[in-house]
């Protein structure tokens, strides 16, 4: 249903440390750069399926802040990827929140495993892997 997903960022070269420490643990590939119009720079993070990562320099040339009340779902192939996706985030600038990496009793979905953690400019995201 996506395209693409987008977040600002406030230092472009500490998210994209971030970024492809975190995203390698999903089998996504580095970051390709891409110029915005303005002259901004982008990070182009690449899914197999045809969907994209952005993270950007915001080009109004205001701060970059983070949108209460929302999270940015990564899936993941298993609950031992969700938890290396996590630790990896952190160990390069995230933030870990909510409770511990693991399994959570959903009402609408089940049992799904989970980790919370923000990124060095706040952004929450999250590792998600659906039991089959």
Do not use: W
């Not at 511990?100 to 799904?112: D, E, F, H, I, K």
């Amino acid at each position: 249903m996506l395209f693409h997903t987008m977040v600002g960022s406030n230092d472009i070269e500490r998210s994209r440390n971030f970024y492809d420490a975190a995203l390698s643990v999903l089998g996504i590939n580095k970051a390709s750069n891409n110029i915005a119009d303005s002259g901004h720079i982008r990070l182009l993070y690449q899914g197999e399926n045809g969907t994209n990562f952005i993270v950007t320099q915001p080009i109004n040339d205001e701060l970059a802040t983070v949108a209460n009340g929302a999270t940015i779902a990564f899936s993941c192939s298993s609950p031992e990827q969700v938890k290396q996706f996590h630790d990896v985030a952190v160990a390069n600038g995230g933030t870990s929140i909510e409770t511990a990496p693991g399994p959570r009793n959903t009402q609408s979905l089940g049992v799904v495993e989970l980790a919370y953690f923000r990124d060095p400019d706040g952004n929450k995201l999250c590792g998600i892997h659906f039991p089959k």
